[in-house]
T-cell receptor, first 115, second 109 residues
Framework: GAVVSQHPSRVICKSGTSVKIECRSL??????MFWYRQFPKQSLMLMAT?????????EQGVEKDKFLINHASLTLSTLTVTSAHPEDSSFYIC???????????FGQGTRLTVV | GQNIDQPTEMTATEGAIVQINCTYQ??????LFWYQQHAGEAPTFLSY??LDGLEEKGRFSSFLSRSKGYSYLLLKELQMKDSASYLC??????????WGAGTKLIIKP
């Protein structure tokens, strides 16, 4: 199957700082990328959907000024958590799908801990 | 609203068979997925159903009935490594994936 690489896998940051998470499709063109957040023992919650070259569409309740998403190319999307707080600590996962693909391919996930 | 229901937790014995059910109510339907997720890891794809019937893939099979809004994942010859969460997800009319909360499967020796 296709490969999606997410980096970093783990990050610890201080409260008030910003953290950038990268999601790359290695062997296909990702026309659409999805960013999810998952709290312990809970389901994946979609945060936003981004299409290459256009602004991301955020789900209700997700602050677009806090979670900045950039999808500048067909192989790279980034999520920046700005002014992080301890309640932002979570598991963040990206997934990507190419044109015509039925399956979404997932990155390895990023465990963010804000102290 | 959109809703996907699956049991929270199931327990089964190594070597046995287990069936994990999923019912859904979504705005439109463009396929149903089953994913396996080990704790702290991203989900991995198991199966995709878009037409009614049974799809078999090795020890895992997935069934879909669109008229009933129902699917199940069948795991045979259970192994300890099958202990994980199993996520049911449906692609709605906007091709967005709607996720169930997942079923934690515990395998006992």
């Amino acid at each position: 199957g296709a490969v999606v690489s997410q980096h970093p896998s783990r990050v610890i940051c201080k409260s008030g700082t910003s953290v950038k998470i990268e999601c790359r499709s290695l062997d296909f063109q990702a026309t659409t990328m999805f960013w999810y957040r998952q709290f312990p023992k809970q389901s994946l919650m979609l945060m936003a959907t981004s299409n290459e070259g256009s602004k991301a569409t955020y789900e209700q309740g997700v602050e677009k000024d806090k979670f900045l998403i950039n999808h500048a190319s067909l192989t790279l999307s980034t999520l920046t958590v700005t002014s992080a707080h301890p309640e932002d600590s979570s598991f963040y996962i990206c997934s990507a799908t190419g044109q015509g693909e039925t399956e979404a391919f997932f990155g390895q996930g990023t465990r963010l801990t804000v102290v | 609203g959109q809703n996907i229901d699956q049991p929270t937790e199931m327990t089964a014995t190594e070597g046995a068979i287990v069936q994990i059910n999923c019912t859904y109510q979504t705005s439109g339907f463009n396929g149903l997925f089953w994913y396996q997720q080990h704790a702290g890891e991203a989900p991995t794809f198991l199966s995709y159903n878009v037409l009614d019937g049974l799809e078999e893939k090795g020890r895992f099979s997935s069934f879909l009935s669109r008229s009933k809004g129902y699917s199940y994942l069948l795991l045979k010859e259970l192994q300890m490594k099958d202990s994980a969460s199993y996520l049911c997800a449906v692609k709605d009319s906007n091709y967005q994936l709607i996720w169930g909360a997942g079923t934690k499967l515990i395998i006992k020796p």
